[in-house]
């Protein structure tokens, strides 16, 4: 087993996130780009429990974090409903997609509740940063899950080990058209057209 210090998984995503910021061209404060490493540092050791986050349905849990009587503990609940949704949107899009669940659905949980969370910190001590960050997160959502959509193409089209790697890259391209997955299968010889297969390069 390989033991990675959190430096170095901080110091992987940062310039992961960075070049991903650039390649869909977010327009991402430094706050924003920060949060999202930690985001991703914080996935990669999950907390216990964190898989079954969002077990439930979202509207439920959304309504749940807004009820919830401790300012505290809603805040809590509606930073790690954002978190969730948010990580959740960018890697496993697809999967909400085969199961009929609409895109703008999950993009709107994610935004009220980090805009909701946003509006819990505003007061005379709040930290103007840290205020912007998830009023940020809110009003970009949508942008930013473009943004680990991005990374987990590259992470998938760095996994290429074979012809079934390729099946599973192909798969992916045709429910989310991603140029980075075009690339990478064109660079396997292949060139994916969607109703039609996959052309080989000659």
Same mark, same amino acid.
């Given at each position: 087993?390989? *033991?990675?210090?959190?430096? =170095?998984? %901080?110091? !992987?995503?940062?310039?992961?996130?960075?070049?991903?910021?650039?390649?869909?061209?977010?327009?991402?404060?430094?706050?924003?780009?920060?949060?999202?490493?930690? &985001?991703?540092?914080?996935?990669?050791?999950?907390?216990?429990?964190?898989? @079954?986050?969002?077990?439930?349905? &979202? =509207? !439920?849990?959304?309504? @749940?974090? &807004?009820?919830?009587? =401790?300012?505290?503990?809603?805040?809590?609940?509606?930073?790690?409903?954002?978190?969730? #949704? &948010?990580?959740?949107?960018?890697?496993?899009?697809?999967? !909400?997609?085969?199961?009929?669940?609409?895109?703008?659905?999950?993009?709107?949980?994610?935004?009220?509740?980090?805009?909701?969370?946003?509006?819990?910190? /505003?007061?005379? =001590?709040?930290?103007?940063?840290?205020?912007?960050?998830?009023?940020?997160?809110?009003?970009?959502?949508?942008?930013?899950? %473009? #943004?680990?959509?991005?990374? +987990?193409?590259?992470?998938?089209?760095?996994?290429?080990?074979? *012809? /079934?790697?390729?099946?599973? #890259?192909? @798969?992916?391209?045709?429910?989310?058209?991603?140029? /980075?997955?075009?690339?990478?299968? +064109?660079?396997?010889?292949?060139?994916?057209?969607?109703?039609?297969?996959?052309? *080989?390069?000659?």
């Amino acid at each position: 087993m390989i *033991v990675v210090a959190t430096d =170095s998984v %901080a110091s !992987f995503f940062h310039d992961v996130v960075e070049d991903a910021i650039r390649a869909k061209r977010v327009d991402a404060t430094d706050g924003a780009t920060s949060y999202l490493v930690a &985001l991703l540092s914080d996935y990669a050791h999950p907390r216990a429990g964190a898989e @079954e986050a969002l077990a439930r349905p &979202l =509207s !439920f849990l959304l309504d @749940e974090a &807004l009820h919830t009587a =401790s300012p505290a503990e809603r805040f809590d609940r509606l930073r790690t409903l954002g978190d969730g #949704v &948010l990580y959740s949107c960018g890697f496993f899009g697809d999967h !909400f997609q085969a199961r009929g669940v609409d895109q703008g659905y999950l993009i709107g949980i994610g935004s009220v509740a980090y805009g909701t969370a946003s509006s819990m910190l /505003r007061g005379p =001590s709040t930290q103007t940063l840290e205020l912007d960050i998830y009023s940020e997160l809110a009003s970009k959502f949508a942008s930013f899950v %473009a #943004v680990l959509r991005e990374i +987990a193409d590259g992470t998938i089209a760095q996994a290429i080990g074979g *012809v /079934r790697d390729l099946v599973k #890259v192909y @798969e992916r391209w045709l429910k989310t058209g991603s140029d /980075r997955l075009a690339q990478t299968l +064109a660079s396997h010889g292949l060139v994916p057209t969607r109703g039609g297969g996959m052309g *080989v390069l000659q």
